[in-house]
Protein backbone atom coordinates (compact mmCIF):
# COMPACT_ATOMS: atom_id res chain seq x y z
CA UNK A 1 0.00 0.00 0.00
CA UNK A 2 1.17 3.34 -1.22
CA UNK A 3 1.00 6.70 1.44
CA UNK A 4 -1.01 9.46 -0.67
CA UNK A 5 0.51 13.38 0.02
CA UNK A 6 -1.83 16.46 -0.68
CA UNK A 7 0.07 18.40 -3.67
CA UNK A 8 -0.42 22.26 -4.23
CA UNK A 9 -2.14 22.91 -7.23
CA UNK A 10 -0.45 24.71 -9.97
CA UNK A 11 -3.46 26.26 -11.70
CA UNK A 12 -4.04 29.81 -11.47
CA UNK A 13 -6.56 31.53 -9.34
CA UNK A 14 -10.03 31.83 -10.95
CA UNK A 15 -9.97 35.21 -10.73
CA UNK A 16 -6.73 35.83 -12.67
CA UNK A 17 -8.63 35.74 -16.09
CA UNK A 18 -11.15 38.52 -14.90
CA UNK A 19 -8.63 41.00 -14.27
CA UNK A 20 -6.62 40.43 -17.61
CA UNK A 21 -9.66 41.27 -19.24
CA UNK A 22 -10.29 44.15 -16.83
CA UNK A 23 -6.74 45.39 -17.90
CA UNK A 24 -7.43 45.12 -21.76
CA UNK A 25 -10.76 46.99 -21.60
CA UNK A 26 -8.87 49.97 -19.72
CA UNK A 27 -6.00 49.87 -22.03
CA UNK A 28 -8.80 49.89 -25.18
CA UNK A 29 -10.01 52.90 -23.29
CA UNK A 30 -7.30 54.61 -22.37
CA UNK A 31 -6.24 54.68 -26.33
CA UNK A 32 -9.98 56.35 -27.54
CA UNK A 33 -8.99 58.53 -24.80
CA UNK A 34 -5.45 59.70 -26.79
CA UNK A 35 -7.67 59.63 -30.18
CA UNK A 36 -10.49 62.10 -28.43
CA UNK A 37 -7.71 64.25 -27.15
CA UNK A 38 -6.36 67.01 -29.47
CA UNK A 39 -2.74 66.84 -30.25
CA UNK A 40 0.18 69.09 -29.31
CA UNK A 41 2.69 67.83 -31.29
CA UNK A 42 3.26 70.40 -33.53
CA UNK A 43 1.05 73.32 -32.99
CA UNK A 44 2.33 77.15 -33.30
CA UNK A 45 0.77 80.14 -32.33
CA UNK A 46 1.57 83.17 -33.74
CA UNK A 47 -0.36 86.83 -33.17
CA UNK A 48 -0.88 88.89 -36.20
CA UNK A 49 -2.11 93.22 -37.63
CA UNK A 50 -2.11 95.57 -39.75
CA UNK A 51 -3.42 98.46 -40.19
CA UNK A 52 -4.05 101.64 -42.52
CA UNK A 53 -3.97 105.41 -42.84
CA UNK A 54 -6.09 107.83 -44.66
CA UNK A 55 -4.81 110.87 -46.68
CA UNK A 56 -7.57 114.06 -47.25
CA UNK A 57 -8.52 114.44 -50.16
CA UNK A 58 -10.32 117.85 -51.62
CA UNK A 59 -13.25 119.69 -51.78
CA UNK A 60 -14.10 120.58 -55.48
CA UNK A 61 -16.91 121.36 -58.06
CA UNK A 62 -17.43 117.92 -59.69
CA UNK A 63 -19.94 119.07 -62.25
CA UNK A 64 -18.99 123.66 -62.64
CA UNK A 65 -22.17 125.28 -62.60
CA UNK A 66 -22.40 127.14 -65.98
CA UNK A 67 -25.47 129.12 -66.53
CA UNK A 68 -27.17 128.48 -70.10
CA UNK A 69 -27.34 131.49 -72.55
CA UNK A 70 -31.05 132.75 -71.34
CA UNK A 71 -34.19 132.05 -73.62
CA UNK A 72 -34.41 135.46 -76.32
CA UNK A 73 -36.74 137.88 -75.28
CA UNK A 74 -39.02 139.59 -77.85
CA UNK A 75 -40.61 142.91 -76.38
CA UNK A 76 -44.86 142.96 -76.47
CA UNK A 77 -44.61 146.21 -75.24
CA UNK A 78 -45.14 144.91 -71.55
CA UNK A 79 -43.22 143.24 -68.20
CA UNK A 80 -42.00 140.30 -68.91
CA UNK A 81 -40.92 136.74 -67.16
CA UNK A 82 -38.44 134.67 -69.36
CA UNK A 83 -37.80 131.11 -68.14
CA UNK A 84 -34.80 128.95 -68.73
CA UNK A 85 -33.84 126.10 -67.16
CA UNK A 86 -31.08 125.55 -64.67
CA UNK A 87 -27.94 123.38 -65.65
CA UNK A 88 -26.59 121.06 -62.75
CA UNK A 89 -24.27 121.56 -60.09
CA UNK A 90 -21.85 118.65 -59.01
CA UNK A 91 -19.85 118.60 -55.62
CA UNK A 92 -17.13 116.13 -54.63
CA UNK A 93 -16.22 116.24 -50.43
CA UNK A 94 -13.49 114.18 -50.41
CA UNK A 95 -11.69 115.97 -47.07
CA UNK A 96 -12.66 113.45 -44.44
CA UNK A 97 -13.55 116.63 -42.36
CA UNK A 98 -17.58 115.95 -42.20
CA UNK A 99 -17.01 120.26 -41.95
CA UNK A 100 -19.46 120.73 -44.40
CA UNK A 101 -19.81 122.87 -47.01
CA UNK A 102 -21.70 125.06 -49.25
CA UNK A 103 -21.64 126.41 -52.78
CA UNK A 104 -22.85 130.45 -53.23
CA UNK A 105 -23.21 132.87 -56.15
CA UNK A 106 -22.83 136.25 -57.00
CA UNK A 107 -22.56 139.26 -59.40
CA UNK A 108 -18.86 139.83 -59.99
CA UNK A 109 -17.31 143.21 -60.81
CA UNK A 110 -14.41 144.65 -61.75
CA UNK A 111 -12.31 145.80 -64.87
CA UNK A 112 -14.03 143.87 -68.09
CA UNK A 113 -16.58 142.45 -65.45
CA UNK A 114 -20.19 143.52 -64.45
CA UNK A 115 -22.02 142.08 -61.52
CA UNK A 116 -25.80 143.40 -63.45
CA UNK A 117 -26.83 143.03 -67.27
CA UNK A 118 -25.52 145.14 -69.74
CA UNK A 119 -24.82 145.76 -73.34
CA UNK A 120 -22.20 143.46 -74.01
CA UNK A 121 -20.06 143.73 -77.86
CA UNK A 122 -19.53 140.26 -78.31
CA UNK A 123 -15.99 139.18 -80.53
CA UNK A 124 -15.76 139.87 -84.09
CA UNK A 125 -19.03 141.72 -83.98
CA UNK A 126 -20.88 145.10 -83.47
CA UNK A 127 -18.96 146.77 -86.18
CA UNK A 128 -16.25 149.04 -85.01
CA UNK A 129 -16.66 148.27 -81.09
CA UNK A 130 -13.86 145.51 -79.83
CA UNK A 131 -14.66 142.81 -77.14
CA UNK A 132 -16.17 143.50 -74.30
CA UNK A 133 -19.15 145.89 -72.27
CA UNK A 134 -20.21 148.71 -73.84
CA UNK A 135 -18.86 151.92 -72.44
CA UNK A 136 -21.95 153.94 -71.29
CA UNK A 137 -24.29 150.95 -72.68
CA UNK A 138 -27.72 149.86 -71.69
CA UNK A 139 -28.01 148.02 -68.06
CA UNK A 140 -30.76 146.13 -66.01
CA UNK A 141 -31.16 145.87 -62.68
CA UNK A 142 -29.88 144.04 -59.91
CA UNK A 143 -31.50 140.85 -59.08
CA UNK A 144 -33.51 140.97 -62.81
CA UNK A 145 -32.13 136.75 -62.87
CA UNK A 146 -33.64 134.14 -60.38
CA UNK A 147 -33.07 130.81 -59.53
CA UNK A 148 -35.59 128.26 -57.97
CA UNK A 149 -34.69 125.02 -56.86
CA UNK A 150 -38.10 124.16 -56.39
CA UNK A 151 -38.73 120.39 -57.79
CA UNK A 152 -35.09 119.80 -57.83
CA UNK A 153 -33.04 117.87 -55.95
CA UNK A 154 -29.26 116.42 -54.96
CA UNK A 155 -28.64 112.67 -55.59
CA UNK A 156 -26.13 110.21 -54.61
CA UNK A 157 -23.12 109.58 -56.94
CA UNK A 158 -19.84 106.92 -57.39
CA UNK A 159 -21.93 104.90 -54.18
CA UNK A 160 -21.91 107.96 -51.90
CA UNK A 161 -24.22 107.09 -48.50
CA UNK A 162 -24.26 109.69 -45.51
CA UNK A 163 -26.79 112.51 -45.10
CA UNK A 164 -27.60 114.83 -48.30
CA UNK A 165 -26.75 118.84 -48.34
CA UNK A 166 -29.88 120.41 -48.83
CA UNK A 167 -30.82 123.06 -52.12
CA UNK A 168 -31.49 126.66 -50.45
CA UNK A 169 -33.31 128.22 -53.10
CA UNK A 170 -37.18 126.88 -52.37
CA UNK A 171 -38.26 131.06 -52.54
CA UNK A 172 -36.26 132.35 -55.49
CA UNK A 173 -32.71 133.47 -55.26
CA UNK A 174 -31.38 136.67 -56.66
CA UNK A 175 -28.15 135.76 -58.78
CA UNK A 176 -26.95 138.83 -60.48
CA UNK A 177 -26.27 141.18 -57.71
CA UNK A 178 -22.63 142.11 -55.75
CA UNK A 179 -23.87 139.89 -52.35
CA UNK A 180 -23.02 136.32 -52.49
CA UNK A 181 -26.27 134.09 -51.88
CA UNK A 182 -26.29 130.53 -50.52
CA UNK A 183 -27.21 128.04 -53.23
CA UNK A 184 -26.18 124.77 -51.52
CA UNK A 185 -25.46 123.94 -48.09
CA UNK A 186 -23.76 120.66 -46.47
CA UNK A 187 -24.34 120.84 -42.70
CA UNK A 188 -21.58 119.41 -40.66
CA UNK A 189 -21.07 115.48 -40.79
CA UNK A 190 -23.21 116.00 -44.42
CA UNK A 191 -22.73 115.86 -48.40
CA UNK A 192 -19.72 113.94 -48.08
CA UNK A 193 -18.75 112.26 -51.25
CA UNK A 194 -20.04 113.77 -54.39
CA UNK A 195 -23.57 114.78 -54.82
CA UNK A 196 -25.38 115.98 -57.95
CA UNK A 197 -28.50 118.03 -58.69
CA UNK A 198 -31.10 116.62 -60.78
CA UNK A 199 -34.97 118.06 -61.60
CA UNK A 200 -34.03 121.90 -62.72
CA UNK A 201 -37.52 122.50 -63.77
CA UNK A 202 -38.00 124.64 -67.08
CA UNK A 203 -38.87 127.66 -64.28
CA UNK A 204 -35.79 127.28 -62.40
CA UNK A 205 -34.40 130.61 -64.19
CA UNK A 206 -36.34 133.43 -64.63
CA UNK A 207 -35.46 136.72 -66.00
CA UNK A 208 -37.66 139.55 -65.28
CA UNK A 209 -37.48 142.34 -67.79
CA UNK A 210 -39.21 145.65 -67.92
CA UNK A 211 -41.17 147.64 -70.36
CA UNK A 212 -38.37 149.85 -70.93
CA UNK A 213 -35.88 147.06 -72.17
CA UNK A 214 -33.96 148.63 -74.94
CA UNK A 215 -33.16 146.77 -78.37
CA UNK A 216 -29.17 146.52 -78.77
CA UNK A 217 -27.82 147.66 -81.71
CA UNK A 218 -25.15 145.76 -83.79
CA UNK A 219 -25.45 142.51 -82.30
CA UNK A 220 -24.86 143.32 -78.73
CA UNK A 221 -26.64 141.20 -75.90
CA UNK A 222 -27.55 141.78 -72.77
CA UNK A 223 -24.55 140.03 -70.36
CA UNK A 224 -23.26 139.64 -66.54
CA UNK A 225 -20.67 138.11 -65.31
CA UNK A 226 -20.82 135.61 -62.29
CA UNK A 227 -18.89 134.22 -59.61
CA UNK A 228 -19.40 130.57 -58.37
CA UNK A 229 -17.73 130.09 -54.89
CA UNK A 230 -17.78 126.16 -53.11
CA UNK A 231 -16.52 127.00 -49.80
CA UNK A 232 -15.59 124.68 -46.44
CA UNK A 233 -18.70 125.12 -43.77
CA UNK A 234 -22.49 124.96 -43.81
Not at 35 to 55: M, Y
Request: proline residues 5%; charged residues 10%; hydrophobic residues 40%.
Amino acid sequence: MYATTDVPSLAAPASRGSRGRDLATLAVALIWLLLLLPTAAGAATQEDKTQFSVTAGSLSLSTAPALPTLSAVTLNGSAQTTNTTMTNIGVADATGSGAGWNVTVEGQSGTGKSAVFAAYCPKAKCGAESEGYVTGGATLAANSLTLNSTGASLSPQSGTTGTAPTLQCSTACNVDHATAVKIISAAKEAGMGTYLTTGFTATSLALATPTTLKVLPNEEVYRVNLLWTLSTGP
